[in-house]
């Protein structure tokens, strides 16, 4: 009795799912009578999109008779390719294929047939979805936290499901429009991309520019996050450049730069803490261990000074710090970042951190999940149209010599998905260096204006090569990493002793 009672429920649930026979109809008849219909259509849903059986049968045999045959729709013709794939049973019979042909609308709508058959389609995958949220969420054996960042994955495909995103565009269309914006631009001024704030290494990127998947990497404790904080600082401290319409006339505004920062390996007081070495020039060793004693009140007020200046930049900076993130929860919480406070680029250190442990099932050999964490990084960077910048690590290889491409670690889908990749050398240590004693000799930091006066008593100089750059120079640019500081700058800003 029970059982037939929860049958009874599970039906009417069935028969209450959004949908429309008339529009299903509509759109297969519009198939069958015109080839140019049934292109459309083809390429406007799939097989799942329809509610009745039959008409998914129907339609899978079009897509099929178009393949095989690629001809116009012939009765005759079509009924033998139902016959040879065994479904004109399950179609309905020829007699029902008939009818639908005979009986077929306007052909012209038949987009909007189909339209109307892709909205049911996809309020039946949003009440799905909440079904299995719902579900997931009672169930006390799964994570609640990978189950809402599942939830947000899947919530985002089905926003961006049946969303035409592969439409040719003539050429000659946008060509005009696009010339009429670096026009603009050039007259405007606008500088593209965010500046690093190393002016080698900028003038060869020109700025890394919105979308694009940046690799930083370096052997450990070669500087890969110190590197990382002392640009998103320099960032914190500029502008981006944009274009504003007002009363139908361009104009160039700029707004200040808006970081935000996954630290997989560093709680965020530790990060803090770099930063207000970086920004005051105070050892780093001593605001770590707390050792700025009263004796020491200048320490203390260079400090204080610098914090102060820095709070107003550090509204536009986020931290979200985990050791555990997988890349469903990255890109869960980086699309949070970007809807709630539109941030301009995001910064993840570091790839080989990033949790692996629910892809793939575990049937995943280790080099294609890291494949798959390196593709879904670069489509986030293509969804949030911003640039993502993540440090990776290099092989054991590049401490004999200046690294390439080929000394990236974990897959070879890094390198060949980057749109950029910086490597840092530090040849002291793979010992090619003319000279070898840089960290024993002192030099002082002026600064690019020159109005500085910070004594630095160990430093080391550092390669930057841009080993990749799709839309511009490669190249080594020297740096000088500020060791008590852990802070990189322009060799031009130290005067060498």
Not at 122 to 133: C, N, T, V
Not at 242 to 262: H, L
Request: charged share 30%; aromatic share 8%.
């Amino acid at each position: 009795m029970k059982e037939d009672i929860k049958k009874k429920k599970e039906i009417n649930l069935i028969q209450q799912l959004p949908h429309s026979l008339d529009a299903e109809r509509a759109t297969l008849g519009a198939a069958l009578f015109s080839s140019e219909s049934r292109d459309l259509i083809l390429d406007t849903l799939i097989e799942d999109d329809f509610y009745e059986e039959k008409h998914k049968y129907i339609f899978k045999a079009l897509a099929e008779f178009k393949n095989t045959k690629n001809t116009s729709i012939d009765a005759v013709v079509f009924e033998d390719h139902l016959r040879k794939m065994n479904l004109l049973e399950k179609c309905g019979g020829m007699d029902y294929i008939i009818n639908l042909s005979s009986n077929a609308p306007v052909v012209s709508h038949a987009l909007s047939y189909a339209e109307i058959v892709k909205e049911n389609s996809l309020r039946r995958k949003g009440i799905k979805f909440a079904e299995d949220f719902a579900s997931d969420s009672i169930d006390v054996s799964k994570d609640i936290k990978n189950t809402i960042s599942d939830g947000c994955n899947m919530l985002s495909d089905l926003s961006v499901y049946g969303t035409a995103t592969d439409e040719f565009m003539r050429v000659s269309d946008i060509i005009i429009p696009i010339s009429e914006e670096i026009e603009k631009q050039s007259q405007l001024g606008i500088s593209p991309g965010i500046k690093m704030g190393f002016h080698d290494i900028d003038e060869k990127l020109s700025g890394i520019k919105k979308s694009q998947y940046v690799i930083i990497a370096a052997r450990p404790s070669c500087g890969k996050t110190a590197f990382a904080l002392s640009c998103m600082v320099n960032m914190l401290r500029s502008n981006i450049d944009q274009i504003e319409i007002i009363n139908g006339v361009r104009t160039k505004k700029s707004k200040p730069v808006k970081v935000g920062f996954f630290s997989l390996e560093m709680p965020r007081e530790d990060i803090i803490k770099r930063i207000f070495s970086m920004i005051s020039f105070v050892p780093h060793r001593k605001i770590a261990e707390n050792k700025i004693t009263e004796k020491e009140g200048e320490y203390a007020t260079r400090l204080y000074n610098s914090i102060e200046a820095f709070y107003e930049q550090s509204k536009n900076f986020f931290i979200y710090d985990s050791n555990a993130m997988g890349i469903t929860n990255i890109k869960a919480a980086a699309r949070k970042l970007k809807k709630k406070e539109d941030v301009d680029i995001i910064f993840i250190d570091y790839f080989s951190r990033i949790n692996t442990m629910n892809l793939g099932n575990g049937k995943m050999q280790s080099w294609e999940q890291w494949s798959v964490v390196s593709r879904e990084l670069k489509s986030l960077a293509f969804e949030l149209e911003i640039p993502i910048v993540c440090l990776v690590q290099l092989n054991r290889d590049a401490e004999k010599a200046r690294p390439t491409l080929a000394n990236l670690r974990d897959t070879g889908a890094i390198e060949q998905d980057a749109d950029v990749v910086i490597l840092l050398h530090d040849s002291e240590r793979a010992g090619d260096a003319k000279n070898t004693d840089d960290t024993n000799k002192t030099a002082t930091f002026i600064g690019r204006s020159r109005d500085c006066d910070v004594k630095i008593n160990y430093y080391k100089n550092i390669e930057a090569v841009i080993a990749k750059n799709r839309n511009g120079a490669i190249g080594e640019s020297q740096l000088c990493f500020l060791n008590e500081y852990i802070r990189f700058v322009d060799q031009d800003e130290v005067s060498f002793n």
